[in-house]
């Protein structure tokens, strides 16, 4: 199978997190929706990555089908738990996970835009009264735990390490780690973890 994406991409870095736990053999290629002669919008009709082409040719996207997919076909070690319960509570965490990256992508890509251009003031205060809610809600559900969600890493664990990841190498400028400790240790030990240390954003 081919992943198409981006490595600056947050919901690609989910996929590649999912892949690398999961040890599923793929072939990753750095490409996006929006370039010239790009092969994204021949898999994926919206343009938009990631996006995975499995070896018969049938593609999958957006991400949380794209994890779903891989955590379904694969076996162990399951990310998403099968009973109901658990696994809205993990998918949740995604969602959480998902919003946040959306609000950082929102914020970081107007800063790209020349200032004259760029939203008004009362824009940027509810994209970062997303991340800061968001982040919030982390936090307190994380608590002094080890892992989001249950006794192992899940989809939740992954969700909080791509949300937080993005943030940083998106807007450096905000600091969140005075404010959530229980985060930054969380991030700090998820760091060393393998399948997170190999797809850091660069």
């Known amino acids: 199978m081919r992943l198409f994406g981006t490595p600056g991409s947050p919901f ?3 996929v590649r997190i999912v892949l690398e736990e999961k040890r599923i053999p793929h072939e990753y290629i750095v490409e996006h929706g929006s370039a010239p002669g790009s092969r994204v919008p021949q898999f994926n009709p919206l343009g938009k990555i990631p996006v995975l082409v499995l070896d018969g040719g049938r593609a999958i996207y957006d991400s949380s089908v794209i994890v779903e997919y891989l955590d379904g076909v694969s076996g162990e070690p399951r990310l998403i738990p ?3 319960e658990p696994r809205i509570e993990v998918k949740r965490w995604e969602a959480l996970g998902d919003g946040i990256a959306e609000a950082t992508v929102a914020i970081s890509h107007e800063y790209r835009e020349p200032k004259d251009k760029q939203r008004s003031a009362a ?3 509810r ?3 997303k991340v ?3 982040l919030a809600v982390m936090a307190k559900d994380l608590g002094a735990r080890e892992f989001c969600f249950g006794e192992r890493f899940s989809l939740a664990d992954i969700a909080t390490v791509y949300a937080l990841g993005y943030l940083d190498y998106a807007l450096p400028e905000v600091e ?4 959530h400790p229980d985060l930054a240790r969380f991030a700090e030990r998820m ?3 393998d399948s997170c240390a190999r797809t850091v954003q660069t």
Do not use: I, M, N
């Open 132 to 134: 800061d809610r968001g």
């Open 176 to 179: 969140w780690r005075g404010a």
């Open 191 to 193: 760091a060393k973890r």
């Open 127 to 129: 994209q970062r009264l």
């Open 12 to 14: 690609v870095r989910k």
């Open 82 to 84: 099968a009973e109901f």
């Open 123 to 125: 824009w940027f205060e």
